[in-house]
T-cell receptor, first 113, second 114 residues
Framework: AQSVTQLGSHVSVSEGALVLLRCNYS??????LFWYVQYPNQGLQLLLKYTSAATLVKGINGFEAEFKKSETSFHLTKPSAHMRDAAEYFC???????????FGTGTRLTVIP | DGGITQSPKYLFRKEGQNVTLSCEQN?????MYWYRQDPGQGLRLIYY???????QKGDIAEGYSVSREKKESFPLTVTSAQKNPTAFYLC?????????????FGPGTRLTVT
């Protein structure tokens, strides 16, 4: 069985501060891991994905995530938050060869001016 | 421009009525999906289809039905049997890229049933 847990349903940071959104996964086989972003009343947009090629994955909008097998984590970071980063972020997991994704419950990021 | 279209953006219905949500993609993707999104619950899979004329139930298929007569289209019908249909509905399609399937999402339809 696969699942992801996102710690913290709401995260607030000041503009210019570090963004850290946490995701832990559970999978019996090597997983593929994804981060998506959702702006209000819109669909989801892929930020980045881990497919075992490299443990540090760089995505769009300055975000990156590091796969840590020992901690079963795939936390999303950005060195300096911008107002436009305010959105909801979803972590998701799938298995090799499978096209179904299992989503976390999401983390809403607020950026304080 | 390639993408996924969902219409309408907002939909209002009276309780007891069936309603069909449209999803069209011109990305030439084989697989398509329907998710339901409720506050604090993330996305839950309703139905998915890997090829034309074939589809499988997801985690919360009760009260919903789908069809896949064309590769580009995957409409979702919310029936009167769905006990709590008010939600944000997202359609997606996927393609195999770099060893994994990447899902691309439409803009969503917000359904309100009163």
């Amino acid at each position: 069985a696969q699942s992801v847990t996102q710690l913290g349903s709401h995260v607030s940071v000041s503009e210019g501060a570090l963004v850290l959104l946490r995701c832990n996964y559970s999978s019996s086989v090597p997983p593929y891991l994804f981060w998506y972003v959702q702006y209000p009343n819109q669909g989801l947009q892929l930020l980045l994905k881990y497919t075992s090629a490299a443990t540090l994955v760089k995505g769009i909008n300055g975000f990156e995530a590091e796969f840590k097998k020992s901690e079963t984590s795939f936390h999303l970071t950005k060195p300096s938050a911008h107002m436009r980063d305010a959105a909801e972020y979803f972590c998701a997991v799938s298995q090799t060869g499978a096209n179904n994704l299992f989503f976390g419950t999401g983390t809403r990021l607020t950026v304080i001016p | 421009d390639g993408g996924i279209t969902q219409s309408p953006k907002y939909l209002f219905r009276k309780e007891g009525q069936n309603v069909t949500l449209s999803c069209e993609q011109n990305l030439n993707h084989d697989a398509m999906y329907w998710y339901r999104q409720d506050p604090g619950q993330g996305l839950r899979l309703i139905y998915y289809s890997q090829i034309v004329n074939d589809f499988q139930k997801g985690d919360i298929a009760e009260g919903y039905s789908v069809s896949r007569e064309k590769k580009e289209s995957f409409p979702l019908t919310v029936t009167s049997a769905q006990k709590n249909p008010t939600a944000f509905y997202l359609c997606a399609s996927s393609i195999l890229a770099g060893g994994s399937y990447e899902q691309y999402f439409g803009p969503g339809t917000r359904l309100t049933v009163t």
